[in-house]
């Protein structure tokens, strides 16, 4: 009976000191030995609280404005912001085909990861969004082994299975297999297409395209499209987006504006495993920020699901940094 009540994240959640403080020690010594910067910590971890805080917005906006409205507006909102950034630091765009190529073919599937994403918010919770959403950095080591013959760790195994177990406490109540959420269906498959996307910025950036201009072409590709969709399958009323307006603006312009530009000065100084595991927050931020400001509640199962795939994500984030180090003795050692 326990198991099946609804009670609050906040009052429920209070999990041992130990994993803090084993984090934080953690991070202290990559921080010591990767000359990682306060300033860089500070930053990643305002990107986490900012990314994690607008799935928040994300569903209140969807309270007055339907799905392509909200991306096709948070989208060119986001356009516009890094707009100037993009033109200051590249000092003008570059044209070529292969750079257009790249552009169109990665905001075409950003395009898809940021609808389906806004479509779960009409079936399911920030929390949970925000969680199945991270699966993607258990899909991209796994479609690596599939498409591109790639070889991954044994603790990367381990923590997609992990993940896997987490997954299904998350989604699905074991005395009735059938009841999958639509939401969280859809939140998988926006996962999926951001899984493809990271593929596909790697793969981009080794034929040598620029990679600010590569960000700010797939906002520019996915507001186009998003706003095109909106006019075509949707009916937006100018008082109704007044009403979004907040969510929009913090959307579109904290999290696609400026938690971008605070991620990127944030990597510049610090390690990648620190920056790593500070945005695998933006989940837990996600799931706080519901329970205070929306009172969203979840099962025990949900909650323990959510933990269960947040250890998980660490535990990836951890494999791939200790393979990288054995691929790259001598770079890990001067670094």
Known sequence: MYFNHPISILHLAKPNPLIYISLASFLLKETLMRRTKPSGIICLLITAVIWGSSFVAQSIGMQSIDAFTFTGIRTTLGVIFLLPFTLIINKGFDFSRKTLRAGLILGIVFSFA???????????????IAFITAFYMFFVPLFSVIFLRKKIAVLTWASILL?????????????????????????????????????????????????????????????????????????????????????????????????????????????????????????????????????????????????????????????????????????????
């Open 114 to 128: 940021q609808n389906f994403q806004q479509f779960a918010f009409y079936y399911s919770t920030s929390g949970k």
């Open 163 to 335: 993940g896997l177990v987490g997954l299904f406490l998350l989604c699905i109540d074991p005395s009735d297999m059938t009841s999958i959420n639509t939401g969280d269906i859809l939140a998988l498959i926006c996962a999926v297409f951001y899984a493809v996307q990271i593929m596909l910025i790697d793969k981009f950036l080794e034929d040598g395209v620029n990679g600010i201009q590569l960000s700010f072409m797939q906002f520019a590709v996915a507001a186009v499209l998003s706003v095109i969709a909106m006019f075509i399958f949707e009916k937006p009323i100018l008082a109704d987006i007044k009403t979004a307006a907040p969510s929009l603006l913090y959307s579109g312009i904290m999290s696609c504006g400026i938690a971008y530009t605070l991620q990127i000065v944030g990597q510049k100084n610090a390690s990648p495993v620190v920056a790593s595991l500070l945005m695998c927050l933006e989940s837990v931020f996600a799931v706080i920020t519901a329970s205070i400001v929306l009172h969203e509640n979840m099962l025990p199962r949900e909650l323990a699901g959510c933990l269960i795939m947040f250890a998980a994500i660490i535990l990836s984030q951890v494999s791939e940094t200790f393979s990288a180090k054995k691929q790259n003795p001598e770079s890990a050692g001067s670094s």
